[in-house]
């Protein structure tokens, strides 16, 4: 019995420090979800992903029974070329005259082949040089190229804000003033069922599990207004870094949220927060520090609705 308790000691202790560990990386994670495991896009591997990498595939060579075949040779024949001496002369001379033409069957194959493998690959070099062309455009901060790259960097972000699914990102009214070097976008915000929120992770004795332990409403709230906030701001973070040639000088984005209104019956989009951030606002923030907070109110002057993740989103006014 001793020793039994002693395991059972031991074993809850370990679950509590797991649970506390559980705790501190996913605190962690929250409050750098900014720019934590994010990796930026650069030119060469989105026009890179864009090209045709296909291989020609394998020449077949002519199958010899084919040509047997054409020329008489039969089962029966092959049988009886061990019984009988002219069918056993018979066999040998179809045979090489399969053997003859099924090599010059070979060759004019393989000509054809090599003729066709040849056009295959003159026409692939021809379309991959279009994107050289269109990564010179880049360059050159065109706007068709610009939006299409910005989005695909968007769209290429990974990170969760549940710890368990990867965020559906959907990026939205997209568009770039080459002139004005001025990007803006919409991108949606996770509702209020989709944000884990927890105040620490504990181990629970009865049923042998570490569960999230739910937070009182306003720290709920603060947690669901920072992490929206975070995926705002890791939007714009993911653009200029992916923007290697730094053609933008100022982002805008738009927050909105994606729901189901029963009055409607349909999914609706309310736009809820409106934030810009300049370059020289991004190049003076440094990431791993900053209270994401503190940089919407003060010096982004970010709007945002009132009532955000307190109220049902039809209640909502729109930014």
């Given at each position: 019995?001793e020793?039994?308790?002693i395991v059972?000691?031991?074993?809850?202790?370990?679950?509590q420090e797991?649970?506390?560990n559980?705790?501190?990386?996913h605190?962690i994670y929250?409050?750098k979800?900014h720019y934590?495991?994010?990796?930026?896009?650069?030119?060469?591997?989105?026009?890179?992903?864009?090209?045709?990498?296909?291989?020609?595939?394998?020449?077949?060579e002519?199958?010899?029974?084919?040509?047997r075949?054409?020329?008489?040779i039969?089962?029966?024949?092959?049988?009886?070329a061990?019984?009988?001496?002219e069918?056993?002369?018979?066999?040998k001379?179809?045979g090489?005259e399969?053997?003859?033409?099924?090599?010059?069957d070979?060759?004019?194959a393989w000509?054809?082949?090599?003729k066709?493998?040849?056009?295959?690959?003159?026409r692939?070099?021809s379309?991959n040089?279009?994107?050289d062309?269109?990564?010179e455009?880049l360059?050159?901060?065109d706007?068709?190229?610009?939006?299409?790259?910005?989005?695909?960097a968007l769209n290429s972000?990974?990170?969760?804000?549940?710890?368990q699914?990867?965020f559906d990102i959907?990026v939205?009214?997209?568009?770039y003033?080459?002139?004005?070097?001025?990007?803006?976008?919409s991108?949606?915000?996770?509702?209020l069922e989709?944000?884990?929120?927890?105040s620490?992770?504990?181990?629970?004795?009865?049923?042998?599990e570490?569960k999230p332990?739910?937070?009182?409403?306003?720290?709920?709230?603060?947690?669901r207004?920072?992490i929206?906030?975070s995926i705002?701001l890791?939007?714009?973070?993911?653009?200029?870094?992916?923007?290697?040639?730094?053609n933008i000088?100022?982002?805008?984005?738009t927050?909105?949220?994606?729901?189901y209104d029963?009055?409607?019956?349909?999914?609706?989009?309310?736009?809820v927060i409106k934030?810009?951030?300049?370059k020289?606002?991004f190049?003076?923030t440094?990431l791993?520090?900053v209270?994401?907070?503190?940089?919407?109110?003060?010096?982004?002057?970010?709007q945002?609705?009132s009532?955000?993740?307190?109220?049902?989103p039809?209640?909502l006014?729109?930014k």
């Open positions: 019995m020793e039994e308790r059972n000691d031991q074993h809850i202790e370990e679950k797991e649970a506390y559980i705790s501190c990386e605190l929250n409050r979800l934590i495991y994010l990796h930026p896009l650069t030119p060469d591997e989105y026009y890179e992903s864009l090209k045709d990498k296909r291989q020609y595939g394998k020449f077949k002519p199958r010899i029974k084919d040509f075949k054409g020329v008489g039969t089962a029966g024949l092959i049988a009886k061990f019984i009988f001496k069918a056993k002369e018979e066999l001379n179809k090489a399969a053997k003859v033409l099924h090599k010059n070979v060759e004019q000509t054809h082949y090599k066709r493998r040849e056009r295959f690959y003159n692939q070099q379309y040089a279009t994107f062309l269109l990564k455009r360059t050159d901060n706007r068709e190229q610009m939006v299409n790259y910005i989005e695909h972000d990974n990170f969760s804000v549940d710890f699914h990867q959907n939205r009214s997209i568009d003033n080459s002139e004005s070097s001025e990007l803006l976008f991108y949606r915000i996770p509702d989709e944000i884990l929120v927890f620490r992770y504990e181990y629970d004795e009865e049923e042998d570490i332990i739910e937070p009182d409403k306003k720290l709920a709230l603060e947690r207004m920072s929206a906030r705002l890791r939007a714009a973070v993911m653009v200029y870094l992916s923007d290697a040639y730094q000088k100022n982002v805008y984005i927050g909105f949220l994606l729901y029963s009055a409607f019956g349909d999914m609706q989009i309310k736009n934030v810009g951030i300049s020289e606002d190049d003076n440094k791993e520090t209270k994401v907070e503190e940089l919407f109110k003060r010096r982004l002057n970010a945002e609705s009532g955000l993740y307190s109220k049902k039809y209640e006014k729109e």
